[in-house]
């Protein structure tokens, strides 16, 4: 299960840890599920995701510049993605390719990075003519031909 948006929401309001989902929090939910502000999220993001799996549980997708995947043991930062990123539906977008992810990948932790890099890489090609104006939806296009070039 991947939770998103007004999930991430109502989990702040009622706590719960479960190992079944994976969390996609931008810095303004992470500070929410943490209780603190947003500057402490951003001041160190590696103790934050660290924290939110802990507290949580599962794979935690720790969104923004340099994304950061952790699930407990391994972290693994995103070194794709750009500014253009920060539209509304991106992380819908993220949301349904980390989802078709966990249904065809077994571990949590590898359909989490692997839709997380697909997802930002896509974002990177979309952004070719530039990063201002970027939508969700310029991202459809290239979400396959990344999968398939990297299935060769």
């Known amino acids: 299960m991947v939770v998103d948006a007004d999930a991430l929401n109502l989990l702040a309001a009622s706590p719960r840890y479960a190992e079944n989902w994976v969390l ?5 939910e ?7 502000s947003t500057a ?7 103790s934050a995701v660290k924290e939110l799996q802990k507290r949580y549980g599962g794979v935690v997708v720790l969104k ?3 994304t950061i995947v952790y699930d407990g043991l391994d ?15 991106m992380g819908d977008v993220l ?3 980390i989802a078709s992810a966990l249904s065809q990948i077994r571990f949590p932790s ?19 003519a530039g990063e201002r104006g970027l939508l969700a939806s310029d991202l459809l ?3 396959g031909k990344n999968i398939k070039q990297m299935q060769c």
């Open 110 to 128: 590898k359909a989490a990075t692997f839709g997380t890099f697909i997802h930002s890489f896509a974002a990177d090609n979309a952004s070719q």
């Open 64 to 66: 923004g510049a340099g």
């Open 141 to 143: 296009p290239w979400l």
């Open 40 to 46: 402490k999220i951003e001041q160190d993001r590696f």
């Open 24 to 28: 996609t929090p931008h810095p303004g």
């Open 75 to 89: 972290t693994f930062v995103i070194h794709a993605g750009n500014p253009g990123m920060a539209s509304g539906g």
């Open 30 to 36: 992470a500070a929410k599920l943490l209780s603190v």
């Open 95 to 97: 949301t349904g390719v």
